[in-house]
């Protein structure tokens, strides 16, 4: 069956170090992922496209990889602050409707 | 930006009753709008895809005639909960595309709606 992994726990990390989250995805051939943040009860809002093709994409402090051979994205926050603080979604698209993971909660203490 | 907002925001209502929320995009023409429900921790859970001037498509699982979504113009989608019933009660999320459904562009999602039903 087709699956969206990412780690149901919370990453908690320190200020000014590196977030890295993970998802994994299962029976899917994504011709695109996507990354969203979503604070609590609010909406997901969106932060980073990568194609298939791509191996990697930045935007400011944030860089995200795609490995279709380990069926893998990478998401980091570099030089990561308290507002960084959120529950992280990741999504897959292509011949169809994005479908979404369930999201890692990211702390960062001060 | 794209803005997408949501109203209302939260709603409270007695069981048997039906509630209506609105999804407008402010500041572009949304050709495509989809519609998720969210339960805490949980993903985001896609129920139906809304085109102006069309049917929405349902995803499996969903009833159509107790979830009535109207895509009346490009800037409104409705979703009407008929009869509705504690176990509805949950987080709803709009999103608007400026493409197609299957076009590679981002969602852009509204705040959410907060249904709940005593």
């Known amino acids: 069956s087709q699956k969206i992994e990412q780690n149901s726990e919370a990453l908690n990390i320190q200020e000014g170090k590196t977030a890295t989250l993970t998802c994994n995805y299962t029976?899917?051939?994504?011709?695109?992922l996507q990354w969203y943040r979503q604070d609590p009860g609010r909406g997901p809002v969106f932060l980073l496209l990568?194609?298939?093709?791509?191996k990697e994409k930045r935007k400011e402090r944030l860089k995200v990889t795609f490995d279709t051979t380990l069926k893998q994205s990478l998401f980091h926050i570099t030089a990561s602050q308290p507002a960084d603080s959120a529950t992280y979604l990741c999504?897959?698209?292509?011949?169809?409707?994005?479908?979404f993971g369930r999201g890692t909660s990211l702390i960062v203490h001060p | 930006g794209a803005v997408v907002s949501q109203h209302p925001s939260w709603v409270i209502c007695k069981s048997g009753t039906s509630v209506k929320i609105e999804c407008r995009s402010l500041?572009?023409?949304?050709?495509?709008m989809f519609w998720y429900r969210q339960f805490p921790k949980q993903s985001l859970m896609l129920m139906a895809t809304?085109?102006?001037?069309?049917?929405?498509?349902?995803e499996q699982g969903v009833e159509k005639d107790k979830f009535l979504i109207n895509h009346a113009s490009l800037t409104l989608s409705t979703l009407t909960v008929t009869s509705a019933h504690p176990e509805d009660s949950s987080f709803y999320i709009c999103?608007?595309?400026?493409?197609?459904?299957?076009?590679?562009?981002?969602?852009?999602f509204g705040p959410g709606t907060r249904l709940t039903v005593l």
């Open positions: 999103s608007a595309k400026k493409g197609g459904t299957n076009d590679i562009n981002e969602q852009f």
């Open positions: 029976n899917y051939s994504p011709a695109y």
């Open positions: 990568i194609r298939e093709n791509e």
């Open positions: 999504a897959l698209g292509g011949s169809y409707i994005p479908t």
């Open positions: 500041d572009f023409q949304a050709t495509t």
């Open positions: 809304s085109n102006e001037g069309s049917k929405a498509t349902y």
